[in-house]
């Protein structure tokens, strides 16, 4: 057998083997009652403020926000990032407070402009397009325990459009909840999510306001406006011996990406910022940390693209093989099926029950986020596969341009 072939079998079956395992877990632990629940702060409406960061934010989706949240927290706190109006007298039509950095300066200095100013023991940041449900904050406060710096919303997108993009979005979304339920059995969990995250002011107040946060460069030249903040400050909780958790109670709704572009242009950016905090979380000491479930998802989430990258030049080698030896019908057929030129023998048997396997647990797997999905379930799983697929492109090409901002 061929060297190629040999390789090819080897690596499908132990990412298989570690696939299933992955799947099966996730799927397991996301159904599963957390049994050991940590005494809550007792933190109420009175104790959190609103920070909503604005840069050619849609003045109606604002209006919505504010009001969404008017009743749930002390005050509210509407950040320009370079912008004055019409944001300002839109916020003194409804009595809430507005700051401006001035100059466009990026998220980040316009969350650092605005922590500056608040007074409660929780901030909250909020995009100017998340709406969240009426009891979400409540939801998000119980989270508070004397280990948790920082409690993440449940976000849902908006797929009333019925466009690819929406329902590939919230797949995904759907997806990231499956593991993140799971993880959060055993502490900290990957991200909390920029749109829509809390923290306790204590312990990030003096990150936020300094020049390491709100000044960030990539390799520390580049001055980057493209966010990255939630994954930062989560890496940042969890190196301070904290955890990061989510409250999935508190549901949080958003827009999708109009069309396919924009979806690829935000999962690329969202991709790289993803491999430089996995990066850095290795230098620094953060992986090592958090807790061991938290290190595994970690480690499986940025080694598949390689495992699959690999797959694909296999493949593609042993196509050309034998496109150039028998011709271009038995090798699409070898592609498809691949029948390893019609030999069966132990390596073919393991390779078969690995991929079928793996196929299985993918099914299981995508049940888990069926059940998690209010409506359009098969349109979600469909168009979901769409751009879970897109998305492992943006993830391959991010793993190699992660140095851009």
């Known amino acids: 057998m061929r060297i190629e072939i040999l390789l090819f079998i080897i690596i499908t079956v132990l990412s298989s083997v570690l696939s299933v395992t992955y799947y099966l877990l996730n799927s397991y632990l996301s159904r599963r009652k957390i049994t050991e629940v940590q005494a809550s702060d007792g933190l109420g409406s009175q104790n959190a403020t609103i920070i909503i960061t604005v840069y050619n934010e849609s003045v109606d989706h604002l209006r919505r926000a504010i009001r969404s949240v008017r009743n749930q927290v002390k005050e509210i706190i509407v950040v320009g990032d370079g912008a004055t109006e019409p944001y300002m007298s839109l916020c003194e039509e409804e009595n809430v407070s507005?700051?401006?950095?001035?100059?466009?300066?990026?998220?980040?200095?316009?969350?650092?402009?605005?922590?500056?100013?608040?007074?409660?023991?929780?901030?909250?940041?909020?995009?100017?397009?998340?709406?969240?449900?009426?009891?979400?904050?409540?939801?998000?406060?119980?989270?508070?325990?004397?280990?948790?710096?920082?409690?993440?919303?449940?976000?849902?997108?908006?797929?009333?459009?019925?466009?690819?993009?929406?329902?590939?979005?919230q797949f995904i979304e759907r997806s990231k909840e499956v593991i993140q339920s799971s993880m959060k059995h055993f502490g900290s969990v990957m991200l909390i999510d920029g749109g829509f995250g809390s923290y306790r002011m204590s312990v990030i107040k003096d990150y936020i306001t300094s020049p390491e946060f709100y000044d960030f460069k990539i390799n520390g030249e580049i001055p980057y406006y493209g966010g990255g903040d939630d994954a930062d400050l989560t890496a940042y909780i969890i190196g301070k011996g904290y955890i990061a958790t989510k409250s999935f109670e508190a549901k949080v709704t958003t827009l999708p990406k109009e069309n396919i572009k924009a979806y690829m242009k935000q999962n690329i950016r969202w991709s790289r910022t993803g491999w430089r905090t996995f990066f850095k979380s290795l230098r620094n000491g953060t992986l090592r940390k958090a807790n061991k479930f938290y290190r595994i998802e970690q480690i499986f989430t940025y080694t598949l693209p390689l495992v699959f990258l690999a797959l694909i030049i296999l493949k593609g080698t042993i196509f050309m093989e034998v496109f150039y030896h028998r011709g271009a019908i038995p090798a699409i057929i070898n592609l498809i099926g691949y029948h390893l030129?019609?030999?069966?023998?132990?390596?073919?048997?393991?390779?078969?029950?690995?991929?079928?396997?793996?196929?299985?647990?993918?099914?299981?797997?995508?049940?888990?986020?069926?059940?998690?999905?209010?409506?359009?379930?098969?349109?979600?799983?469909?168009?979901?596969?769409?751009?879970?697929?897109?998305?492992?492109i943006a993830t391959v090409y991010a793993m190699f341009t992660f140095r851009r901002a």
């Open 98 to 169: 507005f700051l401006t950095t001035g100059v466009h300066a990026g998220k980040r200095k316009a969350m650092a402009l605005g922590v500056s100013r608040v007074n409660t023991e929780i901030v909250i940041f909020m995009d100017g397009d998340m709406i969240p449900e009426p009891d979400a904050i409540k939801n998000v406060l119980q989270e508070y325990s004397p280990k948790v710096a920082g409690v993440g919303g449940n976000i849902t997108f908006d797929t009333a459009g019925g466009n690819l993009t929406s329902y590939a979005s």
């Open 341 to 392: 030129l019609g030999k069966i023998n132990t390596y073919t048997i393991l390779y078969r029950l690995s991929t079928t396997s793996s196929v299985i647990a993918s099914l299981v797997f995508a049940g888990s986020v069926a059940t998690r999905t209010v409506k359009d379930r098969l349109k979600t799983i469909a168009y979901g596969s769409i751009g879970a697929g897109l998305l492992f």
